[in-house]
C-alpha cells in the first residue's frame, strides 16, 4: 500500500468556529464546504483536517478528548509568540521534552490538542532507547 494523503476527521457541532480557527492560526485552506462538512489541507502538505457534524441519533458525542494534531515547525518560539498574540490560549507553555521536541499546545474549538514542536537533541537517556532501534 502507497499512502498519498492522510487527513484526520472530527466530528463537531463547530464547524464555522473549527474552520476559521484552523485557516486563521495555521494557514490551511479549505477545499470543500457544505452545511455538514468541511474539509482543510495544510499548506504544501498531503494532509488535512476535515470536521463533520454528528450524524447519529443516540449515542455519546465527540467530545475532542483524546485526540491531539501535532504539527511539526521550524521555529517553535516564533509560532508560540505568535499565536499568544492573537488570543490563542495557551494549554501547555512551551519546554523542552527529554525525548527531544521543544513544544507547546492548544486547543481547538473542538478541545483537540494541537501539539506544536521542534525537534531538539534528546536527553542521553532517550538516546539510549533511541539508539537501541537502530539496526
Same mark, same amino acid.
Given at each position: 500500500?502507497? /499512502? #498519498?494523503?492522510?487527513?484526520?476527521? $472530527?466530528?463537531? +457541532?463547530?464547524?464555522?468556529?473549527? #474552520?476559521?480557527?484552523? *485557516?486563521?492560526?495555521?494557514?490551511?485552506?479549505?477545499?470543500? &464546504? @457544505?452545511?455538514? %462538512?468541511?474539509?482543510? /489541507?495544510?499548506?504544501?502538505?498531503?494532509?488535512?483536517?476535515?470536521?463533520?457534524?454528528?450524524?447519529?441519533?443516540?449515542?455519546?458525542?465527540?467530545?475532542?478528548?483524546? $485526540? $491531539? *494534531?501535532?504539527?511539526?515547525?521550524?521555529?517553535? +518560539?516564533?509560532?508560540?509568540?505568535?499565536? #499568544?498574540?492573537?488570543?490563542?490560549? *495557551?494549554?501547555?507553555?512551551?519546554? +523542552?521534552?527529554?525525548?527531544?521536541?521543544?513544544?507547546?499546545?492548544?486547543?481547538?474549538?473542538?478541545?483537540?490538542? /494541537? %501539539?506544536?514542536? #521542534?525537534? /531538539?537533541?534528546?536527553?542521553? &537517556? %532517550?538516546?539510549?532507547?533511541?539508539? @537501541?532501534?537502530?539496526?
Amino acid at each position: 500500500m502507497k /499512502i #498519498k494523503r492522510i487527513d484526520t476527521t $472530527i466530528s463537531t +457541532d463547530k464547524l464555522s468556529e473549527s #474552520k476559521d480557527f484552523y *485557516i486563521r492560526h495555521f494557514n490551511f485552506t479549505l477545499v470543500y &464546504e @457544505s452545511d455538514w %462538512y468541511i474539509e482543510l /489541507i495544510a499548506p504544501g502538505l498531503p494532509a488535512g483536517v476535515s470536521f463533520t457534524k454528528t450524524q447519529r441519533d443516540a449515542g455519546e458525542f465527540f467530545n475532542g478528548s483524546g $485526540i $491531539i *494534531i501535532s504539527l511539526e515547525v521550524d521555529d517553535v +518560539d516564533a509560532e508560540y509568540h505568535r499565536l #499568544k498574540e492573537t488570543g490563542v490560549e *495557551i494549554c501547555q507553555e512551551i519546554v +523542552d521534552k527529554p525525548w527531544g521536541e521543544r513544544s507547546f499546545v492548544v486547543n481547538d474549538p473542538n478541545g483537540v490538542h /494541537i %501539539y506544536i514542536y #521542534k525537534s /531538539i537533541p534528546p536527553t542521553p &537517556e %532517550y538516546q539510549v532507547v533511541y539508539d @537501541s532501534f537502530k539496526n
